[in-house]
Each structure stands twice: as C-alpha cells, then as structure tokens.
C-alpha cells in the first residue's frame, strides 16, 4: 500500500504565501508524475501543478507566475510554494502520485487533503 501526507495547509492574508509538502511512503518501486489538485466549495477538483520524475511541471493559467512545483525523488516529496496567495485560491488541496509499487502495477493515489484559506 501507498500513503500519501500532506501537510502545510492554514490560514493566510491575501499577498501572503504557503509552502505544502506532501511524502509518499509504503512499498514504492517509482514515482511517475506527483501533482497538485484543488477543490473550492461548490466547485470541481481541479489540477493546479504537476512534475515529472524528470523535473519537468505544468500549471493551471490560474497559478502560473504564482506558484512552483517541485520534488525530492530521494524522499519521494512533492512540494507547492504558493505566493501572491488570494480568496479564489481558497480551496481543499490534494496531492497525487501516479506509483508503481513493488507488487502492483502503476496507479493513481491521493493524500487526504489539506485546506487553505486566503482572507482578503
């Protein structure tokens, strides 16, 4: 089995910024690519961020300029630096990894989530 963690979620003022973190653990042979999504009340998980093992990333029009992906393949950790935080960015952020494990095949898992709340 795999486990994902997030962590770093809270409460900002508008202009500040958060850093999440998020470690996979379990019985992992590779890590393809690790992600960010998003929910806002009401509204549709949405991918806010994603890398490659090779370091390669991709954002939402939204964030881009605002916020940077990164990862540790040694701790199999994926962050999300987000500056410039504002109120629409408030939202359930979740973290996924697409892991082959030592016994199964490749496979989407997700982290529990952790909420972010921008005042304005």
């Known amino acids: 089995q795999v486990q994902l963690v997030e962590s770093g979620g809270g409460l900002v003022q508008a202009g500040g910024s958060l850093r999440l973190s998020c470690a996979a653990s379990?019985?992992?042979?590779?890590?393809?690519?690790m992600a960010w999504y998003r929910q806002a009340l009401g509204k549709q998980r949405e991918l806010v961020a994603i890398i490659t093992s090779g370091g390669s990333t991709n954002y939402a029009d939204s964030v881009k300029g605002r916020f940077t992906i990164s990862r540790d393949n040694a701790k199999n950790t994926v962050y999300l630096q987000m500056n410039s935080l504002n109120p629409e960015d408030t939202a359930v952020y979740y973290c996924n990894a697409d892991v082959r494990t030592t016994i199964l095949p490749r496979r989407d898992y997700w982290g529990q989530g952790t909420q972010v709340t921008v005042s304005s």
């Open positions: 379990g019985s992992i042979f590779s890590i393809n690519t």
